[in-house]
């Protein structure tokens, strides 16, 4: 029987598959949990008056490491669930703002696919992050060790 949120395992995809998230908007109070729980606590994410003079981007920033954990928490249901075993290595570039109210969802290509030992593979992706515009607003490649399809290989 096939386990509802499942991701795939890495023989099960190939390069070149594309993937798209449900949207999520980012809110208020996600801003504050999260700024309050990693602590980061820059004046750009917590003084609005220091926001109104100093910034050029009008609305309530909002931290790029969130928008990364967001877009994460979305392939997490679908893409990685039960399978991921591993994040390997990233390279990650911030395109554009994104701020309070703003709803972003995750564009994914699958650029690398290999075995490893024990029936595990290497999956790598390309994964743009993109606004309700449809502006790219981060891009980034992880490298995730996978299960394969077949444990006991």
């Known amino acids: 029987m096939k386990l509802l949120g499942q991701g795939l395992h890495w023989d099960e995809i190939k390069v070149g598959d594309q993937f798209k998230t449900f949207g999520r908007t980012i809110t208020e109070a996600d801003i504050v949990n999260f700024?309050?729980?990693?602590?980061?606590?820059?004046v750009l994410f917590t003084d609005a008056e220091f926001r109104a003079e100093h910034s050029a981007i009008a609305g309530r920033v909002v931290p790029a490491a969130l928008v990364?954990?967001?877009?994460?928490?979305?392939?997490?249901?679908?893409?990685?669930q039960g399978v991921g075993l591993?994040?390997?290595?990233?390279?990650?570039?911030?395109?554009?703002?994104?701020?309070?109210?703003?709803?972003?969802?995750?564009?994914?290509?699958?650029?690398?696919?290999?075995?490893?030992?024990?029936?595990?593979?290497?999956?790598?992706?390309?994964?743009?992050?993109?606004?309700?515009?449809g502006e790219t607003v981060i891009v980034y490649t992880p490298l995730r060790l996978v299960k394969g399809s077949n444990p006991a290989a």
């Open 68 to 80: 990364y954990s967001v877009a994460e928490g979305m392939l997490m249901v679908g893409l990685i």
């Open 86 to 133: 591993a994040f390997l290595n990233m390279e990650l570039d911030v395109k554009g703002p994104v701020v309070a109210g703003d709803t972003v969802h995750v564009e994914v290509t699958v650029t690398e696919v290999r075995p490893t030992s024990k029936g595990r593979g290497l999956v790598r992706t390309r994964n743009e992050i993109k606004n309700q515009r």
């Open 35 to 42: 700024i309050n729980c990693t602590g980061f606590l820059e």
